[in-house]
């Protein structure tokens, strides 16, 4: 799709298995699974959607997907499709020609393909790429916290911070002309959204402050999140701006609608509707 000077398309990293139960957190079964179907496991299936930018001068790659490191015993519960680099190629992009990577958050889902193991040594996946997260949720990630340590692989954002080739950020910050971020607690307490704008127009990649098109709704929150409460509250900020701005939502995780615009239907219900739709 094209967004004023820029080229926007969703690259994905294959599909995984998330347990159903835990995308939607309280939510009752027979209520999400309207929206979701389950296997006899009540695995749901959740897409794995990075966001390249093309500017006309750079190369941007919002979020990694799994990648290719995961130990055996995660590989037995979510499996590895390794999709990433063969669609980014299909696309038309080599791994040389990503100028920036930028991580909504660090867990192992989003930020896999930042690096690659090659004769025993962890190196970037795309050489030339400056990389970017926020310092918070990087430092959460070294706590290792019984809570979500699982979430964290830290192959994937150290050897990086080492070499110098991962920034850091504190907040809010543009990373380009047109390309932001902004930080939406809830989901991880440092987890940022990226905000592209061009000729008048706004997408952004949500990342898992709205995973899906099923977790439109306000109270539809995973049992992931770390701070439902917060997730609830950054949701009404970003619709603040994004409802009667029309913005164009990226979904990280819905593996048959990549992106929409979110609006009220006639009962003040919140809808999505697709962007061929209008």
């Not at 967004?3 to 309280?26: C, K, M, Q, R, W």
């Not at 015993?73 to 390794?82: D, E, H, L, R, T």
């Not at 905000?195 to 929150?221: E, N, Q, R």
Request: aromatic share 8%; proline share 5%; with cysteine.
């Amino acid at each position: 799709m094209t967004l004023g000077d820029f080229e926007l398309t969703v690259v994905s990293d294959g599909t995984y298995p998330l347990d159903g139960g835990a995308f939607f957190g309280v939510v009752p079964k027979v209520m999400w699974s309207r929206k979701a179907a389950a296997d006899e496991r009540n695995f749901i299936t959740a897409g794995l959607n990075s966001l390249l930018i093309r500017t006309g001068k750079q190369n941007i790659l919002v979020e990694t997907g799994i990648g290719n490191k995961l130990p055996d015993k995660m590989v037995k519960v979510y499996g590895q499709p390794a999709k990433l680099l063969e669609n980014i190629q299909t696309a038309g992009i080599a791994a040389d020609d990503i100028d920036i990577v930028i991580n909504t958050h660090l867990h192992f889902d989003h930020c896999g393909w930042n690096t690659v193991r090659r004769e025993g040594c962890v190196v970037p996946t795309f050489p030339k790429a400056k990389y970017y997260a926020q310092e918070g949720e990087w430092r959460h990630a070294q706590e290792q916290h019984i809570r979500d340590a699982v979430s964290y692989i830290s192959d994937n954002y150290n050897p990086l911070i080492e070499s110098g080739q991962m920034q850091l950020l504190r907040g809010d910050q543009e990373i380009v002309p047109g390309i932001s971020v902004r930080v939406f607690p809830g989901h991880t307490m440092h987890m940022q959204a990226v905000v592209v704008t061009s000729g008048g127009k706004t997408a952004c990649y949500i990342s898992d402050l709205i995973p899906t098109t099923a977790h439109i709704d306000l109270t539809w929150v995973m049992a992931f999140d770390l701070s439902p409460i917060d997730t609830i509250d950054s949701k009404m900020r970003y619709y603040e701006r994004a409802l009667p701005e029309r913005w164009l939502t990226v979904f990280t995780h819905d593996d048959a609608v990549p992106w929409a615009h979110i609006e009220n239907d006639d009962a003040g219900k919140l809808q999505v509707s697709t962007p061929d739709q209008r």
